[in-house]
């Protein structure tokens, strides 16, 4: 995938100062994430093989190429000095993106939000004091125009569920890597799955790391940072339907998460791009306990008051369904979310001693928050407000 940046672009920003740009030639080398029938082999292969020695069988597992050449600008002039407070938020109306966008504002950034054309506007962001810009990371000729001036990127985009997952975790943030790296992005946050590298099978957290690789090679100045888990996937999950009473769906694997509240995860992200000693690393911020799925909802059921309805979904049958899906063109993509689901879902622990991390960026790991006190505090909020409804709608009726 390589693309060409409009030649009409007027600035383009370059260590620092914008440029006069002429032009700017495509990425030379080729980009590839693709999946073929071939033997187990390293995750970066040139090239699937011709043919298959030794067994004579043939597994489904991707086969990646990725490589990176770093776009080249030409007939560059000084021009106006990018601000170091600028900053570029992609999927910034996001679980995450939106605390990073909240965090930034807070700091004193100068805030811009990429956002794919919506029905109802993100005006949440305008009211915020942010700097709303439509643009479509799967149209490439919209992202150049939301970099101008732009000192730094934080990209928190993922692709939609109904979405291929190759269109915007792909080809998208290729795009958007080229671009930055042509307009002369001075930092590029990238958010990771941890462990991406040790599930290729699994074609989302393959194409993380692929992307990890990619932006690498690209050049940029970046900030790798693999996540466990939000603990704000957990209120849809199982407080709200706990509350209402509703099933909560669960799985009998021994899975643990370290999941780590997002407002966290914003906060140390920007610790992080205040050290220059941390450019170039890899990170990975985990919270303070690894949870089994039973011990979440056994912890909302406490802090409810109430029992859930749990229905369990063996991790067997997540697996046939898998299988089943890929026998037609049109549920792939639903064959690649279940294998996501079926490695969340498996003995897997998502978690990582943080102490050396905390010491890096200064950090007292007491100031991290802890999952009870995260869901404490939320149960305590609507409980209060359900009972404070209860009580209106009491000294409103009428009896006759």
């Not at 679980?95 to 909240?102: D, F, I, P, S, Y």
């Not at 919506?118 to 709303?132: I, K, Q, S």
Request: charge should be positive.
């Amino acid at each position: 995938m390589a693309f060409r940046l409009p030649a009409q672009l007027a600035t383009v920003p370059s260590n620092g100062h914008s440029h006069q740009l002429a032009a700017v030639p495509a990425a030379s080398s080729s980009l590839s994430w693709r999946r073929n029938l071939v033997p187990h082999l390293p995750l970066f292969s040139p090239s699937p093989p011709s043919s298959v020695s030794g067994t004579g069988k043939c597994y489904l597992r991707p086969a990646v190429s990725c490589n990176a050449a770093s776009a080249a600008a030409a007939n560059l002039a000084p021009g106006t000095p990018v601000r170091p407070t600028s900053v570029l938020v992609v999927g910034a109306t996001g679980t995450l993106g939106r605390q990073v966008v909240r965090r930034a504002l807070d700091e004193g950034y100068e805030v811009r939000c990429l956002v794919r054309p919506r029905p109802a506007p993100a005006d949440f962001l305008r009211d915020w004091g942010a700097t709303v810009v439509n643009a479509d990371l799967s149209r490439p000729e919209t992202i150049p125009a939301t970099l101008v001036g732009i000192h730094t990127v934080i990209d928190c985009a993922t692709g939609r569920p109904e979405e291929p997952i190759k269109t915007v975790d792909w080809e998208g943030k290729v795009a958007l890597i080229q671009c930055a790296k042509a307009m002369g992005v001075q930092k590029y946050v990238f958010y990771s799955i941890h462990n991406c590298d040790k599930h290729p099978e699994v074609p989302l957290m393959e194409i993380k790391y692929c992307t990890e690789k990619f932006l690498k090679d690209s050049g940029l100045p970046h900030i790798t940072i693999r996540l466990c888990g939000f603990m704000q996937g957990l209120i849809g999950q199982y407080a709200v339907p706990i509350l209402e009473e509703k099933s909560v769906w669960g799985t009998d694997a021994p899975t643990r998460i370290a999941y780590m509240d997002t407002q966290d995860i914003a906060r140390l992200t920007f610790i992080a791009l205040r050290n220059d000693q941390i450019i170039g690393k890899l990170l990975t911020f985990a919270g303070p306990r690894a949870w089994t799925t039973q011990e979440v909802i056994a912890l909302c059921e406490r802090l409810a008051g109430q029992d859930a309805n749990v229905t369990t979904v063996p991790v067997s049958v997540l697996r046939f369904t898998r299988q089943l899906t890929r026998f037609f063109e049109w549920t792939n993509d639903v064959a690649d979310r279940l294998a996501f689901s079926e490695v969340l879902s498996s003995d897997t622990v998502f978690s990582v001693p943080m102490a050396e991390t905390y010491s890096l960026l200064g950090v007292d790991q007491k100031e991290i928050g802890s999952l009870e006190k995260y869901l404490q505090d939320y149960f305590t909020n609507i409980l209060k407000k359900l009972k404070d409804l209860k009580a209106q709608s009491k000294q409103t009726d009428i009896y006759f």
